[in-house]
């Protein structure tokens, strides 16, 4: 059968969180793959809010919402601001209550988009701070790095020594990676005490 790719352990970790009437957080919209599958996840009653700097990303998100037949989803609100801001764009009546905040780091992969339009180490260690105040206990947040292109090393490391240094008290911190390749893309999940 195989190892799940990252995305796929991402989104089971979720899945095993996320009910129907849930809050929930795409962190970075990108084609808007995890903020379908949060909508799913969250159901009719549910509420995702999505965050990307590029309109393209909502965009892409709009449609591929609007193309999904197969189950009722969540109200969506895709947002055109940085994830470092979701703390002050969710409403106060969530903070503590959201039931997950997916992160996928890196740059839009569609084509056209601007490769140089990447996620940044200093807003991606401030979104982690926001979401981990957003989340419920048992709340999880996820994050799949891309050390693989440039500026990905950097942010990843970083990702990954936020995620170590977190105090068991506040959450306890998972890595999921294939060990034999450097730059390929891996998983840290936190899951809030």
């Not at 590029?54 to 947002?79: D, F, G, H, K, W």
């Not at 764009?89 to 959201?98: F, I, R, S, T, Y």
């Not at 008290?169 to 005490?193: C, H």
């Amino acid at each position: 059968m195989g190892f799940l790719s990252v995305l796929s352990y991402a989104h089971q970790l979720v899945a095993a969180r996320v009910q129907p009437g849930d809050a929930a957080v795409d962190a970075t919209v990108g084609t808007g793959a995890d903020t379908l599958f949060l909508a799913k996840a969250a159901g009719k009653r549910g509420h995702v809010y999505g965050f990307d700097i590029q309109q393209e990303a909502l965009q892409l998100a709009r449609r591929r919402l609007e193309e999904n037949t197969s189950s009722p989803l969540a109200e969506v609100s895709l947002l055109l601001q940085g994830h470092e801001q979701m703390r002050e764009a969710v409403p106060d009546n969530l903070h503590g209550k959201v039931a997950a905040v997916m992160f996928n780091l890196g740059y839009l992969p569609s084509e056209g988009a601007d490769p140089s339009v990447i996620t940044h180490t200093d807003s991606t260690l401030a979104a982690l701070e926001a979401a981990l105040q957003l989340l419920r206990p048992r709340g999880i947040l996820t994050a799949v790095l891309y050390p693989g292109h440039a500026g990905g090393n950097e942010e990843a490391e970083a990702v990954l020594q936020w995620a170590s240094a977190l105090p068991v008290s506040i959450g306890q911190s998972i890595i999921y990676r294939q060990l034999q390749r450097d730059t390929s893309p891996y998983l840290v999940a936190v899951e809030k005490k």
